[in-house]
Structure formats: C-alpha cells, structure tokens
C-alpha cells in the first residue's frame, strides 16, 4: 500500500467511524438527514462520489488525482446530481408502488416476496427512466471539466455546448458499457437492496453506492478516451 492509499482510506474512516462510535453524532445525522435532505444529499454525493471518481482513476492510473481531473468541480456537480438523486427516489418510491396498487398489488403487504417485487419495481423504473438521463449529463459535465482544465474557474468560465457535448460522447462505451451493463447487472439489484430498507437509511446506503457509481463512471471515462 503505497502512502496515497493509507491517506485516501484513513480519509474515509474519519468520515464514517465517527457515526460508527459517537451516538450523539448519529443521532444529530438522522436528525439533521430527516429536516435537510437535500442539504445532505448534496454534501453526501459531493464527497463520497467524488471519492469513488478518484478511487477510479487510481485504479486505472494509478493516482488519486491529476492535471484536469478536477476535484473540485467535481464535487460541486455531484452534490447537485445528490440532490437529483434524492428527488429521483422520493418520486419513484412514492409512483410506482402507486402504479403497482393500480394494478392490484398489495404493496402494504408484509410478505417478503411482495416487498421485494415493489422494490425491484422501483429500482427497474427509477433506472430505466431517470438513471440514463442522470448518467448522459454526468458524462458531459465531466467532460466540460477535463476540457477547462479541471478548475471551479474554468468550469463557469463557459457554457456547456450540449448540442456539440452530444456528438462528443463516446455511445459506444455509454450505451455499451453504462447503460447495457451496469444498469442492468448492478444497479437494478443494487437499488432494489436499497428500496428494500427502511427509509432513514436508504439516501446513506445511496450514498455508499455512490462510491460505486463514482468508481464505474470513472472507469468508464478513462476507456471511453482510450
């Protein structure tokens, strides 16, 4: 393990073990997490994600950063997907399940194979209709970063070109590989795990899965420019 690996994981204790051993903290989180969701999402996404990023590109490069990487920028553009995010499973986990009771699922039931069905329900809808919008624009943000040179600067130093950003991503590694792939074979199980929990602990473990999100896109960035 080399010094950047010891600093990046002692990072990530310091943030989770705190909660881990200090009730109070804990307490304070759930409070604060229940009365400022989005003010949570936005700084849970914002940090863990962008560690999955960096996590990615170590990977891959073997650094935690580089010139044009940007964590900065990156940071601020996953707390506002966070917040994205939030809104997404609040509106899917309150819609489907309604669809589903329109067509005569007993969605209050007890029964496992019932809880699970309406779970999966949700994550299959929730990925299908918001994740490849969410994931699209996440990759052009992404690449309007490396393009201004990985600075808060230079980030707001232009408007993003979308028409141009479209003909720009790679389709073969987004369609392919991000959307045909990890959507299917990853975040439908992952998500129906997390709409499988009780609500105060699904925007956490959203978060968690956020690391993995980080991690995925990142590799995804780094092949599609190979």
């Known amino acids: 393990m080399k010094k950047n690996d010891f600093l990046f994981a002692l990072f990530m204790l310091a943030i989770f073990l705190p909660f881990v051993f200090i009730p109070d903290l804990y307490a304070w989180y ?3 997490n229940a009365e400022h969701a989005l003010i949570m999402a936005f700084i ?8 999955g990023e960096m996590l990615g590109l170590r990977i891959k490069t073997g ?3 580089e010139p044009g990487f940007g964590i900065l920028p990156r940071a601020l553009v996953w707390g ?3 917040i994205g995010i939030s809104m997404a499973m609040t509106i899917f986990s309150t819609g489907t399940p309604a669809f589903l009771a329109g067509l005569g699922v007993n969605i209050t039931s007890a029964d496992f194979l019932i809880r699970l069905l309406v779970a999966f329900s949700i994550s299959v809808a929730m990925n299908c209709i918001f994740a490849p919008v969410f994931m ?10 490396l ?8 980030f707001f130093s232009k408007a993003i070109n979308m028409a141009q950003s479209f003909k720009n991503v790679n389709w073969d590694v ?4 991000v959307f045909k792939k990890t959507i299917p074979f990853f975040w439908f199980p992952a998500h129906t795990i997390t709409f499988m929990l009780p609500g105060e602990y699904r925007i956490l473990f959203a978060a968690l899965l956020g690391v993995a999100l980080g991690v995925i ?3 995804a960035a780094v092949k599609g420019r190979k």
């Open 30 to 32: 759930k409070s604060f």
């Open 44 to 51: 849970k996404f914002g940090i863990l994600s962008t560690a």
């Open 63 to 65: 650094n935690y950063n």
């Open 80 to 82: 506002f997907l966070g």
């Open 136 to 145: 699209t624009f996440h990759k052009i943000t992404d690449m309007h970063i």
């Open 147 to 154: 393009s201004t040179g990985g600075t808060i600067k230079g």
């Open 174 to 177: 987004q369609w392919g590989f």
């Open 217 to 219: 896109l990142a590799i």
